[in-house]
């Protein structure tokens, strides 16, 4: 990423939550996200959409530095992610992880806070009780102790998100955190992301069901590889554009969404 | 058997008591860490680099000291790690094909170089083999001192860097995320790894010390769901395997230390993976019958109701 090169940004734009400018990532000599570039307004929920290997989990990574991007910019709150990391705060997929791990549902939590700690600083009382807050917030507090390998995937996937809140982050980057949970789960989360949004923090969330998109999100990006469409889900979530990003494959979408487009 | 105050009595005795239980401590300390990001072999594969690299430090200088052995191991173990790093991000095979080619060629070039010695006009070489390979009985004072240094540091830097170690261990995408250097911290466990084969070469010899890696880890594992008891625990069988490994080799006579103490740690895992709460075999195996006993009591009491409301 060209940090050194002067921004391409204006210092209007710059001050958006998340500003991408021509991100390009690789894995072997195929690209799998071409020049993508679009700014998030604060204070808003917003979706990702596309087909699978579009590269949606992939731009979230090169967004946040997980993975290098061969071309691009990322901005966040107008400086580089890196000097900005205390502001981010990121849900990995649940499968990243291996469950088996030996710890609690607290103690994951408490990872969250880990950034602010300084590398030789111990979670105190004050960093314990904020993390059970987190996990009230997701209505697990009653798991705090539970080894992570006795939860259900829902729960697991509430721990992930209590562990973010706990980062205390204005800008929430969360990989597919619906995908295969309980009814619970995904209301837990839905509250969640709502209450975020209240207090105007910023979520932008990899999403796979199509049928809750408009009910959940104030914006959608649709993604193949390269961007399809941005914009407020009621202009952007059409049927038109969604065929365009799922290449045809959409048939048999929702026939009521098609007198929208 | 000699009893332990015997052993005790004979200054010499006590070197060696103290030296393996110190290999087993820090080797048991770091292993839990390898275990957990699924790298056991990782340290096998070390052990075994380390052996062309102490051949070659020994070379270079003909001293046989655990400093000048370490830089030796250290470096090799560098150098077979980006070995292995660098197969598989650039060649389809997996770390495990990557591991077993690291570890061979340098096992090779290793045995290559101490025939070599061993012919060549190199005066101190007596006894190199035997250090390669294993004989806690050659320690002495010094060489316990130096292990001392080492295992303590070794520990301090785990405890010092818990919280990164479990974060890198658990979920290195997230402590990348939150700004952690993930490279430099898995270069240091790596070397640190390094460091624990080193210490314990003299002992148990490059080939056995990654079952003081492995073995106390995953004895410790059994019985908590708790990280740092875990890699506590996994220190203390550890140590407890040096300590029993010396003490059982020196009551009977002719038996080595460093398979001994590798057999008590595999008694210590024996026993864990048929004592461990929850995770044991028989706490599993009686859980399987109490919920068994339960169903089939449910289904006695549901045949009851039914017969009893048919009967009406």
Redesign the interface.
Same mark, same amino acid.
């Given at each position: 990423m060209s940090q050194t090169a002067k921004s391409v940004f204006t210092s209007s734009e710059a001050a958006a939550p998340l500003s991408v400018s021509g991100l390009s990532v690789a894995y072997q000599k195929k690209p799998v996200l071409r020049n993508v570039s679009f700014q998030v307004k604060e204070g808003e929920l917003i979706g990702i959409i596309g087909p699978n290997g579009a590269g949606k989990s992939t731009m979230m990574k090169a967004a946040l530095g997980l993975i290098p991007a061969i071309s691009g910019e990322v901005l966040v709150y107008g400086k580089p992610y890196k000097e900005q990391r205390k502001l981010i705060g990121y849900v990995p997929q649940r499968e990243s992880v291996d469950w088996d791990f030996p710890t609690n549902a607290l103690d994951v939590v408490l990872m969250g806070t880990y950034g602010r700690l300084g590398w030789f600083g111990r979670p105190k009382a004050k960093d314990k009780a904020h993390a059970l807050e987190c996990l009230e917030k997701v209505g697990m507090a009653e798991f705090a102790d539970r080894q992570i390998s006795q939860l259900s995937g829902g729960q697991q996937q509430r721990v992930f998100l209590a562990r973010a809140l706990a980062q205390n982050a204005k800008l929430y980057f969360m990989d597919e955190p619906f995908a295969g949970v309980d009814a619970a789960t995904e209301k837990a989360i839905i509250t969640l992301l709502q209450e975020l949004k209240k207090q105007g923090k910023t979520v932008i969330v990899v999403h796979h069901d199509l049928a809750t998109v408009e009910q959940y999100f104030d914006s959608v990006l649709l993604l193949n590889v390269e961007l399809q469409a941005f914009g407020p889900t009621a202009e952007t979530f059409t049927q038109e554009k969604l065929q365009r990003t799922y290449g045809g494959r959409l048939a048999f979408l929702d026939q009521s969404r098609g007198d929208r487009s | 058997m000699k009893n332990f105050m015997e052993m005790m009595a004979d200054p010499n005795m006590q070197w060696i008591f103290f030296g393996c239980m110190l290999l087993g401590l820090s080797s048991g300390v770091i292993g839990s860490f390898s275990y957990?990001r *699924?790298q056991s072999l990782v340290g096998d594969t070390l052990a075994h680099a380390a052996l062309p690299g102490i051949c070659i430090a020994f070379m270079l200088t003909g001293i046989k000291s655990i400093g000048v052995f370490l830089i030796g191991a250290g470096i090799a173990g560098v150098i077979a790690t980006f070995g292995i790093g660098y197969i598989t991000r650039h060649s389809r095979l997996k770390q495990d094909a990557a591991l077993g080619i690291v570890l061979s060629t340098f096992f090779g070039l290793g045995i290559v170089l101490l025939t070599f010695i061993q012919h060549g006009a190199y005066g101190n070489q007596a006894g190199l083999d035997k250090f390669l390979f294993g004989q806690a009985a050659a320690m002495v004072g010094s060489d316990v001192v130096t292990m001392s240094i080492i295992s303590v540091s070794l520990v301090t830097i785990c405890t010092?860097l818990f919280?990164?170690f479990?974060?890198i261990?658990?979920?290195p995408?997230?402590a *990348?995320?939150?700004?952690?250097p993930v490279a430099f911290l898995e270069q240091l466990l790596m070397l640190l790894i390094v460091v624990a084969v080193v210490v314990g070469i003299q002992a148990v010899g490059v080939v056995l010390i990654a079952a003081l890696l492995i073995t106390p880890a995953v004895s410790a594992?059994y019985w908590?769901?708790?990280?740092g008891i875990?890699v506590a625990l996994s220190g203390l069988f550890g140590a407890l395997s040096g300590a029993l490994g010396t003490w059982i080799s020196s009551s009977v006579s002719n038996l080595p230390t460093g398979p001994v103490t590798v057999l008590a740690a595999t008694a210590f895992f024996l026993l864990s993976i048929l004592f461990g709460p929850q995770r044991g075999l028989i706490a599993k195996r009686l859980l399987r019958l109490r919920v068994k006993k339960r169903y089939m009591m449910e289904g006695e009491l549901r045949a009851e109701r039914m017969k009893g409301e048919t009967a009406l």
């Open positions: - | 957990l *699924k010092l919280k990164q479990k974060l261990s658990f979920d995408g997230f *990348k995320g939150i700004g952690y594992r908590t769901n708790r990280l875990m």
